[in-house]
């Protein structure tokens, strides 16, 4: 069940919040589990065991170390613990396949297992063993209540697609939290905006998308205005559902981090990564970075750490070579901004937005095609130039959503909704229930509403 369709809409939403606000205090962390589980069960029912699996390991570590909190050794061996069967867990589900094929690449014949991936995995996974982390590392209390503690884990809002919310940033939350107007009239206003996103953005660009990666060949200009669908289809995809997951949250009395800033109006990669996927950033930065020695070494365990930080953040996002290149070539990148000409991009706002947005469009290309072949082929047509007219059709009949997408993708709308919106109620209500509408409208008629982040 996602988050832009009519099932979940009309059907699971009302429903659910319905029971979640007539329940008694008391009651809401069960209501919220029980929602969230069957949330997660009615596409996944299959791996309700491994989720259950995960949140008993991470609840029995975090007392584990509560429990023997002046024997260090005894505390260490439970975090192992945790961090050995999260990532077992994930590697099992997500990278078994990978490592067979490279191995069977290398002369072996092991066949493939039939393993599905889990929906969400990589978030809810990260998300349990930042908690157990952090326990250990004294910065929260053990939580005692395990249905407290598995209404964190399942927290339906932001459970398939981030953003990874750690236990820590809504601790207070889980105890004690208030239903006000306000969260529920931004809440309302956050989901709209990610419905609108996602839907009459991200599906029409990504349709876009779909046809030009299909033909084996393209003129070059098509060759760009399918990297650009692709660029904002990536991006108003997983921010729409990000800002739909937080609009929930407030709308339950929760208060999710912001995961995204505006990347594309970055001036370098330096600046693209402090905006984009703003809550993964953050959990490679605290728990493998700043762990393995961040910065405060040697520039040589500095490459180090960012490498081992880059092929993570790649290989987190899939089980292919073409994500650990994709993390690998911002590695490059971010060394080369730091290391010779950031402090000359930043003296230029034009030169380096120009940079940004052609390499960051490259860097999608990657990320897209999983097929060498195929991408290197992509990579031929966008620099060696071909010519043909193909790319006036699909600029006939996608102008306008690629220029919106490219407004929408700017602070414009955010300044013009608090310079005018905000003080006139009534043309926000009403604006906002047109946009709701009109998504609404085109979920009904629509065919292709794909969801990109949930391979992750």
Known sequence: MVFSSILFLFRFFPIAFLLYYLVPKKLKNLTLLILSLFFY???????????FASMIIDYCCGQGIKRLGKTPGKKRLF??????????????????NFFVDLLNGLGASIP???????????????QTMSYTIDVYRGKVEAEDNFITFGAFVVLFPQLIAGPIV???SIASELKERRITREGLEDGIRYLIMGLASKVLIANNVGALWSEVSAFESISTPLAWIGALAYSLQIYFDFSGYSLMAIGMGKMMGFTFPKNFDFPYISKSVTEFWRRWHMTLGSWFRDYLYIPLGGNRVSPGRQYFNLFVVWFCTGFWHGANWNFIIWGLYFLV????????????????RVISHVYLILVVMASWVIFALTDFSDMGNY?????????GNDWIYYLRNYGVVLLLGIFFATPLIKIWYERILSRHPVLKTVLLSAIFF????????ATYNPFLYSRF
Do not use: C, H
Not at 79 to 96: A, D, M, P, Q
Not at 379 to 387: I, N, Y
Not at 438 to 445: C, E, K, R
């Open 41 to 51: 069960g009615w596409g996944e029912v299959r791996y309700l065991p491994i989720m």
């Open 79 to 96: 975090l192992i613990l945790s961090v050995v069967l999260n990532l077992g867990l994930l590697f099992f589900f997500k990278y078994t």
């Open 112 to 126: 493939e297992l039939n393993i599905t991936l889990p929906l969400g995995i990589s978030f809810y996974t990260f």
């Open 166 to 168: 750690t236990y820590r």
């Open 333 to 348: 990148l971010l060394i080369l901004e730091k290391r010779f000409y950031l402090q000359k991009l930043e003296q230029s």
């Open 379 to 387: 990579f031929v047509t966008l620099f060696a130039f071909r010519g």
């Open 438 to 445: 009109v998504s609404v409208a085109y979920l009904v008629d």
